[in-house]
Protein backbone atom coordinates (compact mmCIF):
# COMPACT_ATOMS: atom_id res chain seq x y z
CA UNK A 1 0.00 0.00 0.00
CA UNK A 2 1.10 3.61 -0.56
CA UNK A 3 0.23 6.58 1.28
CA UNK A 4 1.21 10.26 0.58
CA UNK A 5 4.12 11.30 2.67
CA UNK A 6 2.59 13.55 5.39
CA UNK A 7 -1.37 12.33 5.53
CA UNK A 8 -2.44 15.25 7.93
CA UNK A 9 -1.74 17.78 5.04
CA UNK A 10 -3.96 15.75 2.88
CA UNK A 11 -6.52 16.10 5.01
CA UNK A 12 -6.15 19.69 4.79
CA UNK A 13 -6.16 19.64 1.40
CA UNK A 14 -9.65 17.64 1.65
CA UNK A 15 -11.20 20.19 4.20
CA UNK A 16 -10.44 22.85 1.68
CA UNK A 17 -12.25 21.13 -1.09
CA UNK A 18 -14.87 20.66 0.77
CA UNK A 19 -15.49 24.31 2.04
CA UNK A 20 -15.44 25.29 -1.71
CA UNK A 21 -18.07 22.96 -2.30
CA UNK A 22 -20.99 25.32 -2.30
CA UNK A 23 -19.29 28.00 -5.17
CA UNK A 24 -16.99 25.98 -7.08
CA UNK A 25 -19.72 22.95 -6.83
CA UNK A 26 -22.23 24.89 -9.16
CA UNK A 27 -20.86 23.50 -11.98
CA UNK A 28 -21.26 24.81 -15.87
CA UNK A 29 -23.13 22.08 -18.43
CA UNK A 30 -23.43 22.53 -21.70
CA UNK A 31 -24.38 20.42 -24.59
CA UNK A 32 -21.28 18.64 -26.37
CA UNK A 33 -23.44 16.70 -28.82
CA UNK A 34 -27.47 17.08 -28.78
CA UNK A 35 -29.33 14.86 -31.57
CA UNK A 36 -32.49 14.59 -29.71
CA UNK A 37 -34.69 14.27 -26.86
CA UNK A 38 -33.04 12.74 -23.35
CA UNK A 39 -35.88 10.25 -23.68
CA UNK A 40 -35.00 8.81 -26.96
CA UNK A 41 -31.31 9.18 -26.63
CA UNK A 42 -28.25 7.43 -25.42
CA UNK A 43 -27.36 9.79 -22.59
CA UNK A 44 -23.78 10.77 -21.76
CA UNK A 45 -22.15 13.22 -18.94
CA UNK A 46 -18.30 13.77 -19.14
CA UNK A 47 -16.79 15.95 -15.92
CA UNK A 48 -14.25 17.66 -15.49
CA UNK A 49 -11.75 16.77 -13.17
CA UNK A 50 -8.29 18.77 -12.30
CA UNK A 51 -9.16 21.63 -14.50
CA UNK A 52 -9.16 25.06 -12.67
CA UNK A 53 -11.22 28.20 -13.38
CA UNK A 54 -10.63 29.67 -16.51
CA UNK A 55 -9.76 26.31 -18.58
CA UNK A 56 -13.42 25.80 -19.24
CA UNK A 57 -12.20 26.12 -23.13
CA UNK A 58 -9.42 23.48 -22.45
CA UNK A 59 -12.12 20.91 -20.97
CA UNK A 60 -14.91 21.87 -23.55
CA UNK A 61 -11.73 20.80 -26.45
CA UNK A 62 -10.10 17.82 -24.36
CA UNK A 63 -13.51 16.14 -24.09
CA UNK A 64 -14.33 16.70 -27.64
CA UNK A 65 -11.09 14.92 -28.63
CA UNK A 66 -12.06 11.85 -26.38
CA UNK A 67 -15.48 11.86 -28.34
CA UNK A 68 -14.14 11.97 -31.59
CA UNK A 69 -11.56 9.01 -30.69
CA UNK A 70 -14.91 7.16 -28.57
CA UNK A 71 -17.35 7.38 -31.61
CA UNK A 72 -14.28 6.24 -33.84
CA UNK A 73 -15.44 2.93 -32.83
CA UNK A 74 -18.53 0.82 -34.17
CA UNK A 75 -20.81 0.66 -33.35
CA UNK A 76 -20.52 3.85 -31.62
CA UNK A 77 -19.51 5.48 -35.00
CA UNK A 78 -22.76 4.53 -37.42
CA UNK A 79 -24.77 4.98 -33.89
CA UNK A 80 -23.59 8.44 -32.99
CA UNK A 81 -26.46 10.06 -33.82
CA UNK A 82 -28.28 8.31 -31.39
CA UNK A 83 -26.23 9.65 -28.32
CA UNK A 84 -26.66 12.93 -26.65
CA UNK A 85 -23.43 14.06 -24.65
CA UNK A 86 -23.44 17.29 -21.94
CA UNK A 87 -20.09 18.17 -20.46
CA UNK A 88 -19.79 19.44 -16.74
CA UNK A 89 -17.61 21.83 -15.94
CA UNK A 90 -16.08 22.12 -12.55
CA UNK A 91 -13.52 24.05 -11.33
CA UNK A 92 -10.40 22.44 -9.22
CA UNK A 93 -8.45 24.56 -7.29
CA UNK A 94 -4.89 22.71 -8.61
CA UNK A 95 -4.14 21.19 -11.91
CA UNK A 96 -4.27 17.82 -12.65
CA UNK A 97 -4.18 14.71 -10.62
CA UNK A 98 -2.33 12.90 -7.68
CA UNK A 99 0.00 10.76 -8.96
CA UNK A 100 1.34 8.81 -5.18
CA UNK A 101 3.99 6.62 -5.94
CA UNK A 102 5.75 10.25 -7.42
CA UNK A 103 5.04 12.04 -4.56
CA UNK A 104 2.81 14.62 -6.65
CA UNK A 105 -0.10 15.98 -4.91
CA UNK A 106 -3.24 18.08 -6.44
CA UNK A 107 -6.01 19.60 -4.61
CA UNK A 108 -8.83 18.69 -7.07
CA UNK A 109 -12.43 18.33 -7.07
CA UNK A 110 -13.00 15.29 -7.20
CA UNK A 111 -9.80 13.90 -5.41
CA UNK A 112 -8.66 11.88 -8.29
CA UNK A 113 -5.51 9.42 -8.03
CA UNK A 114 -3.36 7.74 -10.24
CA UNK A 115 -1.91 4.51 -8.81
CA UNK A 116 -4.92 3.26 -7.07
CA UNK A 117 -4.44 -0.47 -5.44
CA UNK A 118 -1.40 -0.43 -6.07
CA UNK A 119 -1.00 -0.26 -10.11
CA UNK A 120 0.14 2.87 -11.63
CA UNK A 121 -2.35 3.48 -14.32
CA UNK A 122 -6.08 2.58 -12.09
CA UNK A 123 -6.95 6.19 -11.85
CA UNK A 124 -10.07 6.51 -9.29
CA UNK A 125 -11.65 8.54 -7.07
CA UNK A 126 -12.88 8.33 -3.78
CA UNK A 127 -13.77 5.91 -2.10
CA UNK A 128 -10.82 4.17 -3.04
CA UNK A 129 -7.73 2.67 -1.25
CA UNK A 130 -6.09 6.26 -0.36
CA UNK A 131 -9.39 8.00 0.70
CA UNK A 132 -12.15 6.12 1.88
CA UNK A 133 -15.05 8.85 1.70
CA UNK A 134 -17.38 8.91 -1.26
CA UNK A 135 -18.09 12.39 -0.04
CA UNK A 136 -14.73 12.97 -1.71
CA UNK A 137 -15.50 11.75 -5.03
CA UNK A 138 -18.65 9.96 -6.09
CA UNK A 139 -20.94 11.61 -3.90
CA UNK A 140 -19.49 14.70 -5.70
CA UNK A 141 -20.03 13.61 -9.40
CA UNK A 142 -23.49 11.92 -8.02
CA UNK A 143 -24.93 15.50 -6.81
CA UNK A 144 -23.45 16.87 -10.19
CA UNK A 145 -25.07 14.64 -12.65
CA UNK A 146 -28.42 14.49 -10.29
CA UNK A 147 -28.28 18.61 -10.65
CA UNK A 148 -27.40 19.12 -14.07
CA UNK A 149 -27.67 15.87 -16.07
CA UNK A 150 -30.23 13.84 -14.20
CA UNK A 151 -30.81 11.01 -17.08
CA UNK A 152 -27.88 9.66 -18.26
CA UNK A 153 -26.97 6.38 -19.24
CA UNK A 154 -22.95 6.51 -18.40
CA UNK A 155 -21.03 9.19 -16.43
CA UNK A 156 -17.30 9.76 -17.63
CA UNK A 157 -14.89 11.81 -15.18
CA UNK A 158 -12.23 13.39 -17.52
CA UNK A 159 -9.02 13.88 -15.76
CA UNK A 160 -6.58 16.69 -16.60
CA UNK A 161 -3.68 14.88 -17.12
CA UNK A 162 -1.46 13.16 -19.64
CA UNK A 163 -0.64 10.00 -18.03
CA UNK A 164 -2.46 6.77 -19.26
CA UNK A 165 -5.00 5.43 -16.50
CA UNK A 166 -8.67 5.15 -15.91
CA UNK A 167 -10.87 2.96 -14.57
CA UNK A 168 -14.42 1.31 -14.37
CA UNK A 169 -17.37 0.54 -12.32
CA UNK A 170 -20.69 3.43 -11.96
CA UNK A 171 -18.61 6.10 -13.39
CA UNK A 172 -15.95 5.72 -15.94
CA UNK A 173 -12.82 7.45 -15.03
CA UNK A 174 -9.78 8.12 -17.80
CA UNK A 175 -7.09 10.78 -18.72
CA UNK A 176 -5.94 12.87 -21.70
CA UNK A 177 -3.44 9.87 -22.59
CA UNK A 178 -5.19 8.80 -26.05
CA UNK A 179 -4.83 5.63 -24.88
CA UNK A 180 -7.74 6.40 -22.14
CA UNK A 181 -10.34 6.46 -24.30
CA UNK A 182 -9.67 2.56 -25.63
CA UNK A 183 -9.91 2.00 -22.01
CA UNK A 184 -12.91 3.87 -21.82
CA UNK A 185 -14.42 1.95 -24.75
CA UNK A 186 -13.96 -1.21 -23.17
CA UNK A 187 -15.68 0.04 -19.59
CA UNK A 188 -18.46 1.29 -21.70
CA UNK A 189 -18.74 -2.39 -23.19
CA UNK A 190 -19.56 -3.46 -19.34
CA UNK A 191 -21.32 -0.35 -17.77
CA UNK A 192 -24.08 0.28 -21.00
CA UNK A 193 -23.82 -2.86 -22.65
CA UNK A 194 -23.78 -5.42 -19.53
CA UNK A 195 -20.81 -7.15 -21.20
CA UNK A 196 -18.39 -9.50 -19.53
CA UNK A 197 -14.34 -9.90 -19.42
CA UNK A 198 -13.14 -11.74 -22.62
CA UNK A 199 -9.88 -12.94 -20.67
CA UNK A 200 -8.67 -15.24 -18.16
CA UNK A 201 -7.32 -13.90 -14.69
CA UNK A 202 -5.36 -15.43 -12.22
CA UNK A 203 -7.56 -14.28 -9.63
CA UNK A 204 -11.04 -15.35 -10.94
CA UNK A 205 -14.29 -14.14 -9.12
CA UNK A 206 -17.14 -16.19 -9.67
CA UNK A 207 -18.41 -16.14 -13.30
CA UNK A 208 -21.90 -15.31 -14.33
CA UNK A 209 -23.94 -16.03 -17.64
CA UNK A 210 -23.86 -13.24 -19.63
CA UNK A 211 -24.14 -11.84 -23.51
CA UNK A 212 -20.46 -12.38 -24.43
CA UNK A 213 -19.47 -15.52 -21.87
CA UNK A 214 -20.85 -18.69 -20.98
CA UNK A 215 -20.53 -22.01 -19.60
CA UNK A 216 -22.58 -23.45 -21.85
CA UNK A 217 -21.18 -26.14 -24.80
CA UNK A 218 -24.49 -27.32 -26.35
CA UNK A 219 -24.68 -25.13 -29.41
CA UNK A 220 -28.44 -24.59 -29.07
CA UNK A 221 -27.94 -23.47 -25.92
CA UNK A 222 -24.71 -20.62 -26.41
CA UNK A 223 -26.96 -17.57 -26.52
CA UNK A 224 -24.83 -16.30 -29.48
CA UNK A 225 -25.71 -19.39 -31.25
CA UNK A 226 -27.09 -17.20 -34.50
CA UNK A 227 -23.95 -16.46 -35.24
CA UNK A 228 -22.31 -20.00 -34.97
CA UNK A 229 -21.59 -21.29 -38.47
CA UNK A 230 -22.94 -24.67 -38.67
CA UNK A 231 -19.30 -26.08 -39.56
CA UNK A 232 -17.44 -24.76 -36.83
CA UNK A 233 -16.20 -26.56 -34.32
CA UNK A 234 -17.60 -26.70 -30.48
CA UNK A 235 -15.42 -25.56 -28.23
CA UNK A 236 -13.38 -23.90 -30.94
CA UNK A 237 -9.66 -24.29 -31.41
CA UNK A 238 -7.55 -21.58 -30.69
CA UNK A 239 -5.54 -21.42 -33.90
CA UNK A 240 -5.34 -19.12 -36.80
CA UNK A 241 -7.93 -21.30 -38.86
CA UNK A 242 -10.43 -19.98 -36.39
CA UNK A 243 -9.34 -16.67 -35.97
CA UNK A 244 -11.68 -14.33 -38.29
CA UNK A 245 -15.23 -16.36 -37.25
CA UNK A 246 -16.79 -16.77 -34.26
CA UNK A 247 -17.21 -19.82 -32.63
CA UNK A 248 -16.98 -20.84 -28.91
CA UNK A 249 -13.31 -19.81 -27.14
CA UNK A 250 -12.18 -20.76 -24.17
CA UNK A 251 -11.07 -18.63 -21.67
CA UNK A 252 -13.67 -16.06 -20.61
CA UNK A 253 -15.12 -14.49 -17.42
CA UNK A 254 -11.45 -14.63 -15.89
CA UNK A 255 -11.85 -18.22 -16.22
CA UNK A 256 -9.21 -19.99 -18.47
CA UNK A 257 -11.20 -22.66 -18.14
CA UNK A 258 -14.81 -23.58 -18.43
CA UNK A 259 -15.76 -20.48 -19.59
CA UNK A 260 -16.19 -19.47 -23.04
CA UNK A 261 -16.24 -16.50 -25.86
CA UNK A 262 -17.32 -15.40 -28.99
CA UNK A 263 -14.33 -14.79 -31.18
CA UNK A 264 -10.65 -15.07 -30.65
CA UNK A 265 -10.19 -11.45 -30.00
CA UNK A 266 -12.56 -8.45 -28.68
CA UNK A 267 -12.19 -5.35 -26.94
CA UNK A 268 -14.07 -7.10 -24.32
CA UNK A 269 -10.54 -9.17 -23.94
CA UNK A 270 -8.05 -6.80 -25.18
CA UNK A 271 -7.64 -3.13 -26.08
CA UNK A 272 -6.99 -1.81 -29.64
CA UNK A 273 -9.31 -4.59 -31.18
CA UNK A 274 -12.98 -3.94 -32.43
CA UNK A 275 -15.87 -5.25 -30.89
CA UNK A 276 -16.49 -8.94 -31.36
CA UNK A 277 -20.09 -9.07 -33.80
CA UNK A 278 -21.82 -10.67 -30.25
CA UNK A 279 -20.97 -7.51 -28.28
CA UNK A 280 -21.65 -5.15 -31.40
CA UNK A 281 -24.86 -7.04 -31.18
CA UNK A 282 -25.56 -6.53 -27.70
CA UNK A 283 -24.20 -2.72 -27.69
CA UNK A 284 -26.72 -2.37 -30.76
CA UNK A 285 -30.04 -3.74 -28.75
CA UNK A 286 -29.10 -1.34 -25.73
CA UNK A 287 -28.81 0.89 -27.65
CA UNK A 288 -32.38 0.47 -28.98
CA UNK A 289 -33.91 0.14 -25.27
CA UNK A 290 -33.98 3.57 -25.72
CA UNK A 291 -33.48 4.84 -29.29
CA UNK A 292 -36.98 3.57 -31.52
CA UNK A 293 -37.09 3.26 -34.63
CA UNK A 294 -39.68 5.92 -34.82
CA UNK A 295 -39.88 9.08 -33.12
CA UNK A 296 -42.48 10.75 -34.22
CA UNK A 297 -45.37 10.61 -36.23
CA UNK A 298 -47.98 12.73 -38.31
CA UNK A 299 -50.68 13.72 -37.50
CA UNK A 300 -50.59 12.68 -33.99
CA UNK A 301 -54.26 11.86 -33.53
CA UNK A 302 -54.66 8.33 -35.41
CA UNK A 303 -58.34 8.59 -36.01
CA UNK A 304 -59.03 11.35 -38.87
CA UNK A 305 -62.30 12.28 -40.14
CA UNK A 306 -61.81 13.34 -43.98
CA UNK A 307 -64.82 15.05 -45.77
CA UNK A 308 -62.73 17.14 -48.24
CA UNK A 309 -60.36 16.67 -51.16
CA UNK A 310 -57.06 17.79 -49.76
CA UNK A 311 -54.41 16.04 -49.69
CA UNK A 312 -53.42 14.33 -46.54
CA UNK A 313 -49.53 14.92 -45.79
CA UNK A 314 -48.48 11.60 -43.23
CA UNK A 315 -45.17 11.63 -42.01
CA UNK A 316 -42.82 9.38 -39.71
CA UNK A 317 -39.44 10.77 -38.10
CA UNK A 318 -36.59 8.08 -37.52
CA UNK A 319 -33.42 8.15 -36.31
CA UNK A 320 -30.34 8.63 -38.79
CA UNK A 321 -27.85 5.77 -38.91
CA UNK A 322 -24.55 7.38 -40.30
CA UNK A 323 -24.34 4.81 -43.32
CA UNK A 324 -27.63 3.29 -43.65
CA UNK A 325 -31.22 4.68 -43.21
CA UNK A 326 -34.17 3.12 -41.32
CA UNK A 327 -36.21 0.74 -43.55
CA UNK A 328 -39.92 2.87 -43.70
CA UNK A 329 -42.95 1.52 -45.14
CA UNK A 330 -46.36 2.96 -45.53
CA UNK A 331 -49.23 1.12 -46.47
CA UNK A 332 -53.23 1.83 -47.55
CA UNK A 333 -55.47 -0.61 -46.75
CA UNK A 334 -52.39 -3.61 -46.57
CA UNK A 335 -51.42 -2.16 -49.96
CA UNK A 336 -47.72 -0.74 -49.91
CA UNK A 337 -47.62 2.65 -50.87
CA UNK A 338 -44.39 4.43 -50.08
CA UNK A 339 -41.27 4.00 -48.35
CA UNK A 340 -40.21 8.06 -48.11
CA UNK A 341 -40.65 9.80 -44.78
CA UNK A 342 -43.24 11.92 -45.84
CA UNK A 343 -46.19 10.21 -48.12
CA UNK A 344 -49.45 12.76 -49.45
CA UNK A 345 -52.72 10.51 -49.16
CA UNK A 346 -55.00 11.67 -51.80
CA UNK A 347 -58.52 11.47 -50.45
CA UNK A 348 -60.15 11.65 -54.00
CA UNK A 349 -58.53 7.75 -54.54
CA UNK A 350 -60.70 6.78 -51.53
CA UNK A 351 -64.28 5.15 -51.39
CA UNK A 352 -66.30 6.75 -48.20
CA UNK A 353 -66.00 4.63 -45.37
CA UNK A 354 -63.40 3.22 -43.12
CA UNK A 355 -59.42 3.09 -43.85
CA UNK A 356 -56.37 2.26 -42.54
CA UNK A 357 -52.95 3.48 -42.83
CA UNK A 358 -49.93 2.02 -41.69
CA UNK A 359 -46.13 2.74 -40.96
CA UNK A 360 -43.56 -0.03 -40.22
CA UNK A 361 -40.41 1.51 -39.54
CA UNK A 362 -37.55 -1.12 -39.12
CA UNK A 363 -33.33 -1.63 -38.62
CA UNK A 364 -32.70 -3.75 -40.93
CA UNK A 365 -29.08 -3.94 -39.90
CA UNK A 366 -27.45 -7.45 -40.47
CA UNK A 367 -25.35 -6.55 -36.72
CA UNK A 368 -28.20 -7.56 -34.60
CA UNK A 369 -29.00 -11.37 -35.69
CA UNK A 370 -32.06 -11.64 -32.45
CA UNK A 371 -33.97 -9.33 -31.28
CA UNK A 372 -36.46 -10.94 -28.56
CA UNK A 373 -37.62 -7.48 -27.91
CA UNK A 374 -38.66 -6.55 -30.89
CA UNK A 375 -36.90 -3.18 -30.23
CA UNK A 376 -35.39 -2.81 -34.20
CA UNK A 377 -39.07 -1.94 -35.30
CA UNK A 378 -41.98 0.07 -34.58
CA UNK A 379 -45.43 1.09 -36.14
CA UNK A 380 -47.94 3.31 -36.22
CA UNK A 381 -51.22 3.15 -37.26
CA UNK A 382 -54.12 5.50 -38.18
CA UNK A 383 -57.81 5.24 -39.20
CA UNK A 384 -59.53 7.20 -41.63
CA UNK A 385 -63.20 8.00 -41.72
CA UNK A 386 -63.98 9.49 -45.41
CA UNK A 387 -67.10 11.03 -45.36
CA UNK A 388 -66.63 12.82 -48.88
CA UNK A 389 -69.15 15.08 -50.77
CA UNK A 390 -70.48 12.61 -53.55
CA UNK A 391 -73.21 13.75 -55.24
CA UNK A 392 -75.11 12.26 -58.37
CA UNK A 393 -77.70 14.75 -60.54
CA UNK A 394 -80.60 13.10 -62.29
CA UNK A 395 -83.19 15.12 -64.19
CA UNK A 396 -86.59 14.03 -66.22
CA UNK A 397 -88.49 16.26 -67.97
CA UNK A 398 -92.67 15.41 -66.89
CA UNK A 399 -94.18 15.19 -69.50
CA UNK A 400 -97.15 17.54 -70.55
CA UNK A 401 -95.37 20.09 -68.21
CA UNK A 402 -92.29 22.38 -68.55
CA UNK A 403 -91.03 21.12 -65.15
CA UNK A 404 -88.27 18.63 -64.74
CA UNK A 405 -88.12 16.05 -61.65
CA UNK A 406 -85.07 16.47 -60.05
CA UNK A 407 -82.93 13.94 -57.78
CA UNK A 408 -79.64 14.64 -55.83
CA UNK A 409 -78.46 11.47 -54.34
CA UNK A 410 -75.00 11.03 -52.09
CA UNK A 411 -73.20 12.56 -49.51
CA UNK A 412 -73.04 16.26 -48.74
CA UNK A 413 -72.63 16.70 -45.14
CA UNK A 414 -73.18 21.19 -45.63
CA UNK A 415 -75.62 20.52 -48.25
CA UNK A 416 -75.76 21.49 -51.91
CA UNK A 417 -76.10 24.19 -54.48
CA UNK A 418 -78.11 23.28 -57.45
CA UNK A 419 -76.48 25.74 -60.33
CA UNK A 420 -77.30 26.28 -63.61
CA UNK A 421 -75.14 27.76 -67.15
CA UNK A 422 -75.73 28.16 -70.65
CA UNK A 423 -72.18 28.14 -71.27
CA UNK A 424 -70.29 25.72 -68.58
CA UNK A 425 -68.70 28.83 -67.69
CA UNK A 426 -70.98 30.69 -65.46
CA UNK A 427 -72.80 28.97 -62.82
CA UNK A 428 -75.89 30.78 -61.50
CA UNK A 429 -77.43 28.99 -58.17
CA UNK A 430 -80.73 28.14 -58.40
CA UNK A 431 -81.95 26.26 -55.14
CA UNK A 432 -79.44 24.87 -52.08
CA UNK A 433 -80.61 22.90 -50.01
CA UNK A 434 -79.94 19.93 -47.95
CA UNK A 435 -79.75 15.93 -48.64
CA UNK A 436 -82.41 13.43 -46.09
CA UNK A 437 -81.04 10.27 -45.69
CA UNK A 438 -78.90 10.96 -48.39
CA UNK A 439 -81.59 12.12 -50.78
CA UNK A 440 -83.53 15.43 -52.49
CA UNK A 441 -85.95 15.08 -54.88
CA UNK A 442 -88.27 18.11 -56.21
CA UNK A 443 -89.86 19.15 -59.23
CA UNK A 444 -88.37 22.56 -61.04
CA UNK A 445 -89.69 24.86 -63.50
CA UNK A 446 -87.01 24.23 -66.68
CA UNK A 447 -88.07 26.71 -69.25
CA UNK A 448 -85.03 27.87 -70.10
CA UNK A 449 -84.20 25.67 -73.18
CA UNK A 450 -80.51 25.10 -73.18
CA UNK A 451 -79.13 25.20 -70.12
CA UNK A 452 -77.09 23.10 -68.24
CA UNK A 453 -77.62 21.79 -64.76
CA UNK A 454 -74.91 20.41 -61.68
CA UNK A 455 -75.28 19.62 -58.09
CA UNK A 456 -72.46 21.55 -56.01
CA UNK A 457 -71.14 20.13 -52.53
CA UNK A 458 -71.07 23.22 -50.10
ZN1 LIG B 1 -16.85 -9.61 -27.56
Known amino acids: ????????????????????????????????????????RMNL??????????????????????????????????????????????ASA??????????????????????????????????????????HGRDRVQALVAAHAPENQLVIVLVNDPEYGGSGGPILIGSLNMAAAELLLHEAGHSLGGLADEYADPYPIDPVEMPN??????????PWAAWI???????????????????????????????????????????????????????????????RPIESVLPETNRLEVAGNERIRFEVRVPAPRSHSIRIEWDL????????????LDPRTLANGSHAVHVRASDATDWVRTDPEGRLEATAAWTLNVERPDLR??????????????????FAPRGFALERSADFQEWTPILTNGLTDGRFQAELPVNRPGAFYRAVSR
Open 94 to 135: QAGSDHPRSGIFRDTYFNSSFDSFGIDQVLTIPPNDRDPDPA
Open 229 to 291: AADTPLPTPATPEYAGVIGLFEGAQYQAQGWFRPRLECKMRALGVPFCEVCREQLLRVFYRRA
Open 333 to 344: DGKPMSIDPVWF
Open 1 to 40: MHFPPHPWIRNLFLALAVSQAASAGQGTCFDLIRTGPVET
Open 393 to 410: LEMSLVSGSDAARVEVAG
Open 213 to 222: ATAQTRRDRI
Open 45 to 90: VILAEGYIAGQEDQFRADAAALLDQFFAVEPFLEYRAYFNVRGLFV
